[in-house]
């Protein structure tokens, strides 16, 4: 590779994430400093005569206090309606699961073998093919659905909770349910669902799965007890139960698995219809990094959608041969990339005011790094000028319009 080698570099917000923070009490704090965007001591202390109450916004229905005025009753939930290209779901991970014996020696009850158990409550409209009744718009079904992943991997953090989500879609694809907006709601737990880096891996979780919104709610802290808690606790009294009455020995993830899905499918509730179970042996964790979230304790929902405005394509003109990182590496775009990403090196080039014209960024961000993935049109017969300036060939640009249909018709 010289170094005219141009590589035609796809690079694009595959999805866009919004935070939407929820704080009343930095609603009563004043003389905020514009610069450093942060409060005075003395208001943070509670100290500022002009800090308090009184700097809270209500509408005139809420100071309303004659006869007349409408009463308030307060809901525990939010209600969502649930169309029939939504999906509701409430998941978080429950206690692992220690394997017994019927008659265990002493020290084998420090050393028991660990089973993960993530836990997904699934709402959703009936299909008639798969629960002998169908969901109208007029007479809504809604169906509950207990989706479990169970895995030896007892690292529970981002990478598993993606694993779950694309087990959850290859369900509902196989029973062709076609959702295009999901509700996920969870508790605030940092490493799994509320941490930059899970923020981040959501981008582009809806042009993974096709989804056109993903909305995350987050419970207020000790407020997010519900049925998934108690779906778990349910799974492992069962197999503790048929382990003390002899009927199985389950000493693995894989065992704990089988007895599961031969034994608890079925269900005698009323309000689920049936328990799904998925089996995870291990779980790839390679990817970036990403940049801190501040504020991020107070944020209360996050959503992730697919906007095609934010799609972009440049030129990226590469310096060396792609190689495997040794360690973590951080590029002058403050973008970190983890030991082991297998990248690029080399400089961005900015499309001009002229057409199909590029000229390379300032010598500021010298330092680029692309990953493999992004690449997705490689043209060694460009040439760059001395002044840093090169010119598309029209059949050049017509190929890699066509890639990107290409890419798009497989989504």
């Given amino acids: 590779m010289t170094d005219n080698d141009v590589i035609f570099c796809f690079v694009r917000q595959i999805g866009k ?65 649930v ?48 629960d002998g009744i169908e969901s109208l718009p007029d ?13 030896p991997d007892e690292k529970h953090d981002q990478f598993f909770t993606q694993k779950v989500q694309t087990h959850v879609k290859e369900y509902l694809d196989s029973i062709r349910y076609d959702v295009k907006v999901i509700h996920e709601f969870t508790d605030g737990c940092p490493v799994q669902y509320k941490s930059r880096n899970c923020f981040g891996m959501l981008t582009d979780i809806c042009s993974k799965h096709g989804y056109e919104l993903f909305i995350r709610n987050y419970f207020e802290t000790s407020h997010a007890k519900g049925p998934q808690d108690a779906a778990g606790g349910f799974l492992k009294n069962q197999v503790d139960m048929a382990v003390f009455r002899g009927n199985e020995i389950i000493q693995s993830a894989a065992d704990f698995f089988k007895y599961c899905g031969k034994h608890l499918k079925d269900t005698k509730s009323l309000y689920c219809k049936r328990r799904i179970f ?39 003109k590469a310096d060396a041969c792609p ?20 990248v690029v090196r080399g400089l961005y080039f900015d499309q001009t005011k002229k057409l199909l014209s590029y000229k390379l960024l300032d010598k500021k961000h010298f330092n680029s790094i692309i990953s493999i993935a992004s690449v997705i049109y490689i043209s060694p017969t460009l040439q760059c000028s001395t002044h840093g300036t090169l010119s598309l060939l029209e059949t050049t640009h017509l190929d890699i319009l066509l890639v990107l249909d290409e890419m798009e018709g497989a989504q």
């Fill in 17 to 81: 994430v919004s935070l939407c923070p929820i704080s009343i009490s930095v609603a009563t704090l004043y003389d905020k400093d514009q610069v450093n965007n942060s409060y005075s001591k003395a208001s943070l202390d509670r100290e500022c005569s002009k800090c308090g109450l009184s700097l809270l916004k209500f509408t005139d229905e809420e100071l309303n206090v004659s006869d007349d005025a409408p009463n308030v009753s307060w809901e525990r939930y939010a209600y969502i309606t």
């Fill in 278 to 316: 998925r089996y995870v042996e291990s779980i790839d964790r390679d990817t970036i990094s990403f940049k801190p979230v501040p504020g991020i304790r107070s944020l209360h929902q996050v959503f992730s959608s697919l906007d095609d405005a934010n799609l972009t394509v440049r030129l990226f």
């Fill in 139 to 151: 007479i809504p079904c809604i169906i509950t659905e207990r989706f479990f992943v169970i895995s």
């Fill in 323 to 342: 190689e495997t990182l040794k360690k973590d590496t951080t590029d002058d775009w403050g973008v970190t990339y983890v030991k082991g990403s297998k």
């Fill in 83 to 130: 169309n029939s290209k939504k999906k509701l779901t409430l998941v978080r991970y429950s206690g692992n699961y220690g394997c017994k014996e019927k008659f265990e020696l002493q020290q084998t009850y420090f050393q028991r073998t660990k089973v993960s158990i993530h836990v997904s409550v699934i709402y959703r409209h009936a299909i008639l093919e798969v």
